[in-house]
């Protein structure tokens, strides 16, 4: 199988003793691809290292709502640098979280809306974060309008799921699908178009089920599209090669 991992923070500070190993571990498991989105502005010279050190790895810059603390609005100009001159794949990790109960909600969307406007004018997709967000985040895209990209981590309703798939949205799916209890989740994944659907581990977070409460790593990909495809009835390999077609087309990859 060949496959695209389309969310994993491989610059995070939890690889920096093994990162050419778990690069290492990522290519025998078959993944040809990944995307590396950013969480705050110190952190995208790192990232920008990290990928350009590696081939198969594109970054995306953002600006994530868990680290709104760090943000300030001049970083949405920053961030306007950083595309016309890194040219990117994508704008992200950012979004909304209602989850942390002290992230200011009307500062979240200040500068959510800020980068869905950017990635409306570069013509670039967005990784987007929705924890407990879901309908805000489809609200923000309506309002926005003319944006395109990937909820990672979908936790939402299949109603919600039908309109960000209308909204030129795809679903990312990793590490929760594969915890039996997540019944909704593998519901989703067991009947939702294909087209729609991209793989993802999160790593260093959000191990699946087999790894509960380790590091989670690139090359736990596979085990996702078996988990997928045991809910379908469907091959992993076809999965595979789906999910990194899709992947293909959102970003503009090669291959």
Same mark, same amino acid.
């Given at each position: 199988?060949? +496959?695209?991992?389309?969310?994993?923070?491989?610059? $995070?500070?939890?690889?920096?003793?093994?990162?050419?190993?778990?690069? !290492? @571990?990522? =290519?025998?498991?078959?993944?040809?691809?990944?995307?590396?989105?950013?969480?705050?502005?110190?952190?995208?010279?790192?990232?920008?290292?990290?990928? !350009?050190?590696?081939?198969?790895?594109?970054?995306?810059?953002?600006?994530?709502?868990?680290?709104? $603390?760090?943000?300030?609005?001049?970083?949405?100009? !920053? +961030?306007?640098?950083?595309?016309?001159?890194?040219?990117?794949?994508?704008?992200?990790?950012?979004?909304?979280?209602?989850?942390?109960?002290?992230?200011?909600?009307?500062?979240?969307?200040?500068?959510?809306?800020?980068?869905?406007?950017?990635?409306?004018?570069?013509?670039?997709? +967005?990784?987007?974060?929705?924890?407990?967000?879901?309908? $805000?985040?489809?609200?923000?895209?309506?309002?926005?309008?003319?944006?395109?990209?990937?909820?990672?981590?979908?936790?939402?309703?299949?109603?919600?799921?039908?309109?960000?798939?209308?909204?030129?949205?795809?679903?990312?799916?990793?590490?929760?699908?594969?915890?039996?209890?997540?019944? @909704?989740?593998?519901?989703?994944? $067991? =009947?939702?178009? +294909?087209?729609?659907?991209?793989?993802? =581990?999160?790593?260093?977070?959000?191990?699946?089920?087999?790894?509960?409460? !380790?590091?989670?790593?690139?090359?736990?990909?596979?085990?996702?599209?078996?988990?997928?495809?045991?809910?379908?009835?469907?091959?992993?390999?076809?999965?595979?090669?789906? =999910?990194?077609?899709?992947? @293909? @087309?959102?970003?503009?990859?090669?291959?």
């Amino acid at each position: 199988m060949q +496959l695209i991992d389309s969310h994993c923070h491989l610059d $995070a500070d939890e690889f920096d003793p093994d990162r050419a190993a778990v690069l !290492q @571990r990522a =290519t025998a498991a078959g993944i040809v691809a990944q995307l590396v989105p950013a969480t705050a502005v110190a952190g995208w010279p790192k990232l920008r290292e990290v990928c !350009q050190a590696q081939p198969g790895l594109y970054p995306a810059y953002g600006l994530h709502p868990v680290f709104l $603390a760090e943000h300030r609005p001049e970083h949405l100009e !920053q +961030l306007q640098e950083w595309i016309e001159r890194e040219r990117p794949l994508a704008i992200g990790e950012c979004g909304l979280d209602y989850f942390i109960e002290d992230l200011d909600p009307a500062a979240q969307a200040r500068y959510f809306d800020g980068q869905l406007a950017l990635a409306r004018r570069y013509g670039l997709p +967005l990784i987007v974060h929705a924890r407990r967000a879901v309908e $805000a985040v489809i609200q923000a895209i309506r309002r926005i309008g003319e944006v395109r990209g990937v909820v990672h981590s979908f936790a939402g309703s299949p109603e919600q799921a039908r309109q960000l798939w209308e909204h030129g949205f795809m679903i990312g799916l990793g590490g929760p699908v594969s915890y039996e209890r997540a019944r @909704r989740l593998r519901h989703l994944a $067991a =009947t939702m178009p +294909l087209q729609h659907l991209l793989l993802e =581990t999160d790593a260093p977070d959000q191990p699946d089920a087999g790894i509960r409460g !380790q590091r989670n790593e690139p090359a736990r990909l596979p085990h996702i599209a078996e988990v997928i495809a045991g809910l379908r009835g469907a091959e992993a390999a076809d999965i595979a090669a789906q =999910t990194a077609a899709n992947a @293909r @087309r959102l970003f503009g990859l090669p291959g």
